[in-house]
């Protein structure tokens, strides 16, 4: 079956832009997590969604947001650009979200001139 | 506020030893434990997990242990293979979310 999708795979935008990050997940799953991964942090959570409710929230300004679809697909929207948000956004999916594997998809690299 | 810490950042083997990855953890509350693969260029891939009611799981060349006393564990990969360069992150859940270490770069050489 289909893994986890991501678009777009890389994009470059200016400081003060605004970026929308597409995921969709596995076919059945309806978890989906957002992270943020940058040299030397590792992957950083952003937030978790499951039937189109924020489930959990890591630690990131209000400029970071997300939604969830009713077919489980997810948006993650970054506002007022910073140059330090260049990082490779990963979103991952599960079934239930609770203990157990994660699905990453490839990612979106995003540069912030 | 890193809950899960992976300390080196990078580490360098010969082919056919053993690689020995280490992860500690702050949060009493994580009950599940699991280990990444990730190559250049992709995303992330489940390797191996271990429940806090275990202190040792294997899967062919990969074991990871647990030592809760010490909110330790390790990913140990014997023989270690050229493919298994990559960067290898240490991951912890208590149900609500998981977090990641840093990562740790392995390169195993030939």
């Known amino acids: 079956k289909a893994g986890v999708t991501q678009t777009p795979r890389y994009l470059i935008k200016t400081r003060g832009q605004q970026v929308t990050l597409s995921c969709s997940p596995i076919s059945g799953h309806r978890s989906v997590s957002w992270y943020q991964q940058t040299p030397g942090q590792g992957l950083q959570f952003l937030f978790e969604?499951?039937?189109?409710?924020?489930?959990n929230k890591g630690n990131f300004p209000g400029r970071f947001s997300g939604r969830q679809f009713s077919n489980s697909r997810s948006e993650m929207n970054v506002s007022t650009l910073e140059l330090g948000d260049s990082a490779l956004y990963l979103c991952a999916s599960s079934r239930t979200g609770e203990t157990g594997e994660l699905f990453f998809g490839e990612g979106s690299r995003l540069t912030v001139l | 506020d890193q809950q899960v810490k992976q300390n080196s950042p990078s580490l360098s083997v010969q082919e056919g030893r053993i690689s020995i990855l280490n992860c500690d953890y702050t949060?009493?509350?994580?009950?599940?434990f699991l280990w990444y693969k990730k190559y250049p260029a992709e995303g992330p891939t489940f390797l191996i997990s271990i429940s806090s009611i275990k202190d040792k799981n294997e899967d062919g060349r990969f074991t990871v242990f647990l030592n809760k006393s010490a909110k330790h564990l390790s990913l140990h990969i014997v023989p270690s293979q050229p493919g298994d360069s990559a960067v290898y992150f240490c991951?912890?859940?208590?149900?609500?979310?998981?977090?990641f270490g840093a990562g740790t770069r392995l390169t195993v050489k030939p």
């Open positions: 991951a912890a859940s208590d149900n609500n979310d998981m977090r």
């Open positions: 949060n009493s509350m994580f009950d599940y």
């Open positions: 969604y499951f039937s189109e409710t924020q489930r």
